[in-house]
């Protein structure tokens, strides 16, 4: 175990099982020292956790845990490309869309569940430039969707 799994650990944290594309794409895409990974849903058992509508069904901090599993979901995803999460140099960016009722407009405190995470467990190289939208819908009724763009190793 590295030094970052062990650091998730102490955080009283433990990734999923790495989700499965649904359609014709890739979990990740590395190109050069960049991988990019595909969006993600907060998953716990298998199933979505945190379904609905931000600010309609659930509160702004159920919002912030469905973000905080969303990047969780996409940490596994990054372990299980890169085999350890030790190989990570930094997280470049975060893309995060928060299915938000009519009217919701503070996706920025949803997706510091995402953003809080990441600097929790990668400390400075976990900070990152980030983009927090509102639609409409997202797939399986999720909360929240996570995609990032991390640095690793040569």
Known sequence: MGKIE??????????PEATRPVANYLPAVRAGNLLFVSGQLGVAGGKV??????GADLTVEQGYEAARLAALTALAVLRAELRELDRVRRVVKVFAA?????????????????????????????????????????????????????????
């Open 6 to 15: 062990e650091r998730l650990e102490q955080l009283g944290f433990s990734l």
């Open 49 to 54: 956790k945190y379904q609905g509508k931000v």
């Open 98 to 154: 928060v299915n938000s009722a009519s009217g919701f407009n503070q996706q920025p405190k949803v997706v510091n569940g995402a953003s809080d995470l990441l600097v929790e467990v990668f400390g400075e190289a976990g900070r990152h430039a980030r983009t927090a939208v509102g639609v409409s819908e997202l797939p399986m009724d999720a909360a929240v969707e996570v995609d990032l763009i991390v640095e690793v190793e040569p």
